[in-house]
């Protein structure tokens, strides 16, 4: 069965402060990557998402993510993060007619 | 403006009286799906349909049911409802199933079981 793993349950930086979430899946074919973020009280959105081409996506808010195939990973970056990014993250790989998601990394910022 | 709905968003009911969550889209999607979110475990998929009156089960479909008699609309139903189903609730949609389109997720519905 396919999993993805979130490493980190939370994570606080500073704003400003550059940000990197950690994504780690297990698929046994070519992986259809997303990022969603839960801000509090809302549903999912879609930060970006990888299919395949060009291993590093730009998404929605200035964030991005790389494939890396050889460490299955699929980290998501922003360069300054702002008050407003304090939200749930949540890493998913697509199989079949679902997406499987991660357990999701909470993110705090702190001015 | 295209969206998903659902209804209600907050519950609170009692083991066994049955309850029904609505779930409908705007956008004409063909694939529907319900995830239940629980504390350290993600979104968990409970049933998805890929069209009107196709269903099928998830990964945790046990003390749920769904139909899709309208192309729009995919309610959840709990028959009996019971404490470990104490959950937020998504519905979700895409224009057709498949691994390569976006799923549009409605608000949530956070139940409480008593």
């Known amino acids: 069965a396919q999993s993805v793993t979130q490493p980190d349950i939370h994570i606080t930086v500073s704003e400003g402060a550059s940000l990197e979430l950690r994504c780690n899946y297990s698929y046994g074919a070519t992986p259809y990557l997303f990022w969603y973020v839960q801000s509090p009280g809302q549903g999912l959105q879609l930060l970006l998402k990888y299919f395949s081409g060009d291993t590093l996506v730009q998404g929605i808010k200035g964030f991005e993510a790389e494939f890396k195939r050889s460490q299955s990973s699929f980290n998501l970056r922003k360069p300054s993060v702002h008050w407003s990014d304090a939200a749930e993250y949540f890493c998913a790989v697509g199989d079949g007619n679902k997406l499987v998601f991660g357990a999701g990394t909470i993110l705090r910022v702190k001015s | 403006e295209a969206q998903v709905t659902q209804n209600p968003r907050y519950l609170i009911t009692v083991t066994g009286k049955k309850l029904t969550v609505t779930c409908s889209q705007n956008?004409?999607?063909?694939?529907m799906s319900w995830y239940r979110q629980d504390p350290g475990l993600g979104l968990r998929q409970i049933y998805y349909s890929m069209n009107v009156e196709v269903t099928d089960k998830g990964d945790v479909p046990e003390g749920y049911k769904v139909s899709r008699k309208e192309k729009r609309n995919f309610p959840l139903i709990l028959e009996s409802p019971s404490p470990n189903q104490t959950s937020l609730y998504f519905c979700a949609s895409s224009t057709r199933p498949g691994l390569y389109n976006e799923q549009f997720f409605g608000p949530g519905t956070r139940l409480t079981v008593l």
């Open positions: 956008m004409n999607h063909e694939y």
